[in-house]
């Protein structure tokens, strides 16, 4: 079973099946007024959804007249669909006629009388209670509707001109689909998944017969309309109606999205609370901003929170409320809205919260969980409810550490590695209060070793004679590292051994090649070696040499 999404149509499935549950225990003459309300209520939504169809219907013809003819076949197919759903509509007000004139005909002032034949009621019966007017006499009575639904069969007869009407509908998306495949339309294509979808979701709903099965009726008419109320009949005829407009409704507003040019009307509203702080701390002001949703230049309303009225700015209301206590906090927010499409005010309230808590805070480092020596340290400081201009930040512990920055950015420079459970502190502060909010440990390590290649940034291995001769330096590169840091070689010693020679050593006191290893250099040939060992480095914050990797050369 398809489950309307959009809430008004869910709401009144559900008032209704309330209602009707509601009879099993008495027809009460609230009850009674209940589904007239109720029917009133489907009514007024219908009017609604039908300005939307022609309304949608209209734009997508001046579309096509506007300069984009070739998105007739669409507009064409949308104009169709509330033909399709007219023999249903038809045919329920023809039912809604019957059942009254049956029942003892139609109560009416003298003033609507005229009004009322319009619609088709033969026997009007006039009355100067305004209340009764345009309501059924016999109201209560359970006889006619299940000798005209049940024993004369008209309740199978719709049940039947249902389900032909949503085939109808089905007809033309498919009649569409069928013509736009024989005649594409460039930037068109109507989605399988998506029909498929829209058919599935669609309103007006095939009769589920496993349910009056199941309750042990003869048959669906029995199941719905037998010993129910004629007052109970005229809101069950209007949610029919309902859901065949509804179904129009979507297959329109599918053809127009296919269109781009698909019609918003601000029919539905709702209530929206916006908070630049929606967690605050004991003792600060809360703030929020109270809009109305899909709100229309044109819609005018009024704002109320916890019963008491505030001012209007444009399209938002501001609320503000100092809490004296922590956790979750309350309010309640009503919007009355004139709709700009009907003239009527209507009301939505709704209820919302935010949490008061007390000051927490993280610190995290920006690149790793420990700090380097020699390079700078980047972390933020972030304290949940507390504004970055009122954070003090402070190094206390191990390390050596300098500490620069402000606002939540900060720098951190440590000198010295710390030992087994020694740690380099951070400490947030609140400068207000002067109470600290937290402390984080870190770690102080050196940069890692980096790693010896040769200009190729390879670690040595096979190489021609040109390539060798063209050797120039080696370089210390350090990886997988993500500080900006650049360390220097030092100085090493190069055995060299040429073919059928003995082994030559050279010492250079840099990473580039110094006279005597350049030399031995342009000496390769096939056959050659050379041995690059005893590599001394240095790194940022280094206060002596490293022993680094050797390296190794094989001229082929």
């Not at 050659?528 to 390296?551: E, F």
Request: glycine letters at 8%.
């Amino acid at each position: 079973m398809a489950i309307p999404k959009e809430p008004r149509a869910l709401m009144i499935n559900l008032m209704y099946l309330v209602l009707t549950a509601m009879l099993a225990l008495n027809v009460s003459a609230e009850i009674i007024n209940a589904f007239f309300m109720l029917d009133k209520g489907i009514k007024h939504t219908n009017e609604i959804v039908d300005l939307s169809v022609k309304n949608t219907v209209e734009i997508m013809k001046k579309t096509v007249d506007e300069g984009k003819p070739d998105l007739k076949p669409i507009a064409e197919a949308a104009a169709k669909v509330p033909d399709k759903i007219k023999p249903l509509l038809d045919r329920i007000n023809q039912l809604r006629v019957k059942i009254t004139d049956e029942s003892g005909g139609l109560s009416s002032t003298k003033e609507h009388e005229s009004k009322w034949k319009g619609y088709g009621y033969k026997k009007i019966v006039i009355s100067p209670d305004t209340k009764m007017d345009g309501k059924p006499m016999g109201k209560k009575d359970k006889d006619v509707p299940t000798r005209i639904f049940v024993d004369q069969g008209e309740g199978e007869k719709l049940k039947k001109l249902i389900s032909d009407t949503r085939s109808e509908l089905f007809k033309v998306v498919d009649e569409l689909v069928a013509e736009l495949k024989a005649k594409p339309i460039k930037g068109v294509k109507l989605d399988d998944a998506a029909i498929q979808e829209l058919k599935k979701e669609l309103v007006l709903e095939e009769v589920d017969d496993k349910l009056w099965k199941d309750a042990g009726k003869k048959n669906w008419s029995d199941f719905v309309f037998n010993q129910m109320p004629v007052a109970s009949i005229y809101p069950l005829l209007r949610k029919f109606e309902n859901d065949a407009k509804n179904a129009a409704s979507q297959v329109v507003n599918y053809f127009s999205s296919n269109m781009g040019n698909k019609v918003l009307v601000y029919d539905k509203f709702d209530v929206f609370s916006q908070s630049q702080k929606p967690y605050i701390l004991l003792g600060e002001t809360y703030e929020a901003e109270i809009a109305l949703g899909a709100f229309s230049s044109q819609a005018k309303f009024s704002v109320n929170v916890n019963g008491a009225n505030l001012p209007v700015d444009g399209a938002k209301a501001k609320f503000s409320s100092k809490p004296s206590t922590v956790g979750t906090q309350k309010y309640n927010a009503t919007i009355n809205v004139v709709n700009p499409l009907t003239g009527e005010t209507e009301t939505v309230k709704k209820e919302f919260s935010y949490e008061v808590g007390v000051p927490s805070c993280t610190v995290s480092a920006d690149k790793m969980n420990v700090f380097y020596i020699g390079v700078p340290n980047p972390i933020s400081v972030s304290a949940a409810g507390v504004s970055s201009n009122d954070i003090a930040v402070s190094l206390s512990g191990g390390g050596g550490g300098t500490l620069t920055g402000s606002g939540n950015k900060f720098s951190i420079n440590v000198t010295k590695q710390t030992g087994q459970n020694e740690f380099c502190n951070i400490v947030v502060t609140n400068r207000k209060t002067g109470k600290k909010i937290c402390e984080f440990p870190y770690r102080v390590k050196k940069i890692p070793d980096p790693i010896v290649k040769d200009q190729r940034l390879k670690m040595g291995g096979g190489v021609g004679a040109g390539d060798m001769k063209a050797m120039m330096a080696i370089i210390p590169v350090l990886e997988n590292f993500d500080f900006e840091a650049k360390c220097e070689i030092t100085g090493f010693d190069m055995w060299f051994t040429a073919p059928r020679a003995d082994p030559v050593k050279v010492s250079n006191q840099s990473g580039r090649f110094g006279p005597e290893v350049l030399k031995c250099v342009q000496q390769a040939k096939p056959g050659a070696s050379y041995q690059i060992i005893d590599v001394k480095g240095r790194c940022p914050g280094d206060t002596q040499t490293r022993q680094l990797n050797s390296i190794s050369f094989a001229v082929r």
